[in-house]
């Protein structure tokens, strides 16, 4: 089946790290996406890792995914005012360009 | 340049209406999608289009109808609309269907509030 979970609230210190999670089903899934989503705009992309990688980084982003345990990770370094947003994950099973989001994740970054 | 636009960008209207939502996307891509984000943020696919074929439609009402005249136009149009169609609609469209990445890019979102 394809469902993407994900734990619906974060909230962090400004400078401190934040660490979203995410689980999904499909196994057969080639990419794994993290969007971000501002109020009252649409998705982004952040970033993203093809299944066959354990760690991708670039710049305050590092995405840890555990193939075995379907887990994906999206952590923010040295997180700002500007990182809050609305954080979610997405699979894409193998096939055609059609992701599967979790429900999102909101951060909110306090001084 | 806007890169993928829907218009409106607000629609109110009462129970029973028939409303449409356009899309337009100016980079080229081959296929476009519309997906729905309800009051709690879940982000579901509707339909999808390549080249102006249907490739994906999930399991929508029949009163939700995607046209796409050309590869660069996904409107989508709904009869007698319901309560619990109000939501926010996304159009998005990505390169073709089988690009590496796999890259949305989302309009800014359309948001239907029925009465």
């Known amino acids: 089946g394809e469902d993407v979970e994900q734990s619906l609230f974060l909230s962090v210190r400004e400078g401190d790290s934040s660490v979203i999670n995410c689980t999904y089903t499909?196994?057969?899934?080639?990419?794994l996406y993290w969007y971000k989503q501002e109020p009252g705009a649409g998705l982004q992309l952040l970033t993203y890792?093809?299944?066959?990688?354990d760690m991708k980084q670039d710049q305050r982003l590092t995405v840890l995914l555990n193939k075995k345990d379907k887990h994906l990770s999206l952590r923010i370094a040295d997180t700002q005012t500007g990182d809050s947003a609305i954080y979610f994950c997405?699979?894409?099973?193998?096939?055609?360009?059609?992701?599967?989001f979790g429900a999102g994740t909101r951060l909110a970054v306090h001084p | 340049d806007t890169a993928v636009s829907q218009t409106p960008k607000y629609l109110v209207t009462q129970m029973g209406n028939d409303k449409s939502i356009k899309c337009e996307q100016n980079?080229?891509?081959?296929?476009m999608y519309w997906y729905k984000q309800d009051s709690k943020k879940f982000l579901k696919i509707m339909f999808s289009?390549?080249?102006?074929?249907?490739?994906i439609n999930e399991t929508v009402p029949n009163r939700f109808s995607p046209k796409s005249p050309d590869k660069a136009h996904l409107n989508l149009h709904i009869n007698s609309l319901e309560l619990g169609d109000s939501a926010v609609y996304f159009c998005?469209?990505?390169?073709?269907?089988?690009?590496?990445?796999?890259?949305?890019?989302f309009g800014e979102g359309s948001r239907l509030t029925v009465l």
């Open positions: 499909d196994s057969s899934s080639t990419y």
């Open positions: 890792i093809f299944s066959n990688m």
């Open positions: 998005a469209s990505s390169q073709r269907r089988e690009s590496v990445t796999g890259e949305l890019f």
């Open positions: 997405a699979e894409r099973p193998g096939g055609y360009n059609k992701l599967i």
């Open positions: 289009y390549n080249n102006k074929e249907l490739i």
């Open positions: 980079l080229g891509h081959d296929t």
